[in-house]
């Protein structure tokens, strides 16, 4: 999966939304086929979420298209890929994930809606959501599952599953969740999953809280972040790219190092700090990302 830094939810049966986070400047459109669209609407939302996906992928390739179907044990959970499994979907959002019986189970039921649509078998990814107890103790297993996943995506949303689940009281500081969402991502790095997911900033008109949130994130660890309203994304996108003044800084480091290595040396001073393999192989990686995103 490539570095998504802003998914934007969006309600499955409200036409023209997911355009409308796409135009925003969205890495990543999350259709909502679960808690977002009210019973009734459920088979209204499948139609949509179909004519949704064939429509960005027609008209905006380059953004990332996910859908989160209902759970597993719903009767919902087998008529949601029956729609949406298709070309032009990328991934899943798999929610109420309890450990990795469930995710082999999705990606199982999922090897058949493939098959069903003449897709190659394994092109869809599934991103497990980290709602529930469970989940989080049993977070190492999840990453490491099956080869369809992609990433963890983590919840630590106020009010929400995840703080009922565990009994925490939400704070704008996060201490509470501090624990759970560095497992989180030392288990996606763990299992060779390279951009962990957090969700998400529920104060919609609170942008500097958002911005503190998404940074704290991104010191921790984190590449991307669920979002629920399209003003946040420019935000977000600018949080979790590199900044440019430390993007040139470790071009200059790596050339300064290759020159150092074309004379034999396997290290360099460069700018007053002793830098090696280790130091390159981290300014590689930030270039690396930096690349990625504007690419897309």
Known sequence: MRPLR???FVPAHREGWAQKAVRAGADAVILDLEDS?????????????????????SDHPDVTVLVRPNP?????????LAAVVRAGLDGLLLPKVYGAREVLDFAALLEHFEIEAALIRGSVEVIPTLETAKSLVNCEAIAAAHPRVA????????????????GFEWT????????YRSKAVLACRAAGLAHPIV??????ADLDGLRRFAEGNRRLGFTGQVLIHPSHIETVNDVYAPDPKVVDRFRRMIEAFEQAQAKGQAAALFEGEHVDIAHVKTARGVVALAESISSH
């Not at 669209?37 to 992928?57: F, G």
């Open 172 to 179: 704008a500081e996060g201490l509470e969740t501090l624990h």
């Open 37 to 57: 669209v009210p019973e009734p609407s459920k088979a209204d939302a499948r139609a949509m979420a179909a004519e949704t996906i064939d429509a960005l992928r």
């Open 199 to 204: 969700g998400l900033w529920q104060e919609i």
């Open 151 to 166: 990433s963890l995506m983590v919840a630590a949303a106020r009010d929400a599953d995840v703080s009922r689940e565990v």
């Open 72 to 80: 597993l044990d719903t009767d919902h959970f087998g008529r949601d």
């Open 6 to 8: 802003s998914l934007q």
